[in-house]
């Protein structure tokens, strides 16, 4: 099932294009890295997806919906339906604890107090971190914070995950430990985006597809397995 | 390296015949570089002629074990000691299919590290996929160095991009048309 789509996106800032002429795809259960340098279209195209911003040209289509013409009521309500987002400066209330934090997107749906605290511990046993559940975000790492706001992007049981440099400031430790996350979210039926200009991380998708002034570039894909005899060649 | 290194090295422990040294190494490289007997017996013997090892005779099942000599210790123990220099100017192939599409045709340039930029990912999201599926240790270790390598080569090549970019002039109507150059894939 199609999840995410860009029909021939053009993105014009005045003169400036930001993305020209790009088409993508994203399945159910994929991955999908966008890698390339500043200022070659990832965070617009991250944008597109997210329905933060219109194209110029084309069209994107959210898990069916097509959000060329709709209202900016209707796209945020196939915003919190579909979509969850991972932002590089996460942004956790300070002042309310992490399983607060990740119950938030739940009531701001109408999910009853109590059955949104559930998922959000249900949540955030699974990456680990229902032991900080009451405490606040400032008690928390850099990275258990990072994965908090993952969490928090995946409490609503997104079908679209969208990715802003999610591990950028991270160790590779911890980078790691967030792109697993991410992947086993996708190998649990999400659609997933991200961005980022790391390869590490890139390679954790399914597809990488790299970017280049606006324009799309090759994409990549692994391969079968490698032999043990093949690494020493 | 040498597998006469890796004999040395693997003997220091206590006398071994050939089939366990074979073993051995098999074990340590996580069966990344096949040896055949014949080889192991080759270099045994060599290993003899040169005063680094000595036959200890059959044992009861008539396998010769062989052990370190005074001489193969101190080798082994410079060997290992010693750092590996590497080329600094390497000659790979990578970097130089690169100078030479700069010199002869740089529109050129942008479309091989395209290409090899894919190649190169692909190994990498291959090797990551293999690395979060877990190994035994050798395994692993070779995992992280071949990602490892991978991944420096990416870095060079979104480097190279960039330089090239900027030589070219990001404003330029040749920049733009350099830009054009690369040809496009279809990705859905």
């Known amino acids: 099932m199609t999840v995410l789509e860009l029909h021939s996106v053009t993105v014009s800032f005045g003169e400036n294009v930001a993305l020209d002429d790009v088409s993508l795809r994203v399945e159910a259960g994929e991955l999908i890295a966008v890698t390339g340098r500043s200022g070659s279209g990832k965070s617009t195209l991250l944008n597109l997806a997210g329905g933060m911003l219109m194209p110029t040209v084309g069209g994107v289509v959210v898990a069916g919906e097509s959000l060329g013409g709709a209202t900016a009521e209707r796209i945020a309500d196939i915003r919190r339906r579909h979509v969850g987002f991972v932002f590089q400066n996460l942004k956790l209330l300070p002042r309310i604890s992490v399983a607060e934090n990740v119950a938030l997107p739940l009531e701001l749906h109408g999910t009853s107090t109590k059955d949104a605290r559930s998922s959000a511990i249900a949540v955030l046993e699974r990456l680990g971190l229902d032991d900080r559940a009451d405490d606040p975000p400032s008690a928390l790492s850099g990275g258990e914070r990072q994965r908090v706001a993952v969490a928090r992007a995946l409490v609503v049981g997104p079908s679209l995950l969208l990715g802003d440099e999610p591990t950028a400031a991270l160790d590779p430790t911890t980078a790691e430990q967030v792109m697993k996350i991410i992947r086993s979210a996708c190998n649990a039926g999400a659609a997933g985006l991200i961005v980022t200009h790391d390869p590490v991380q890139a390679a954790w998708a399914d597809r990488v597809v790299h970017l280049r002034a606006g324009r799309m570039g090759r994409t990549s894909a692994g391969t079968d397995a490698i032999e043990r005899t093949d690494l020493l060649k | ?188």
Not at chain 2, 46 to 65: H, M, N, Q, T, Y
Not at chain 2, 88 to 116: F, N, Y
């Open chain 2, 1 to 188: 390296m040498s597998v006469r290194s890796a004999f040395l090295v693997l003997l220091g422990p206590g006398p071994r015949h050939g089939y366990q040294l074979k073993a051995e190494f098999d074990d340590a490289t996580g069966e990344s570089w096949p040896l055949n007997y014949g080889q192991v017996y080759t270099t045994l013997q060599r290993l003899e002629k040169a005063g680094a090892v000595a036959s200890l005779g059959e044992d009861e099942d008539g396998r010769i074990r062989y052990e370190l000599t005074d001489h193969g210790r101190e080798e082994a123990e410079e060997w290992m000691a010693s750092p590996v220099q590497q080329p600094l100017a390497s000659r790979d192939e990578i970097a130089m299919k690169v100078l030479l599409a700069v010199r002869t045709d740089p529109g050129r340039a942008v479309a091989v590290i395209d290409v090899q930029r894919q190649a190169t990912m692909s190994t990498l999201q291959t090797v990551t996929r293999m690395r979060a599926e877990g190994g035994d240790l050798p395994w692993m270790l070779h995992l992280d160095r071949t990602a490892m390598l991978a991944e420096a080569e990416l870095r060079w090549l979104d480097r190279a991009e960039e330089r090239l970019d900027a030589e070219a002039g990001a404003d330029s109507p040749k920049a733009d048309a350099r830009l054009r150059s690369t040809p496009i894939e279809e990705t859905t």
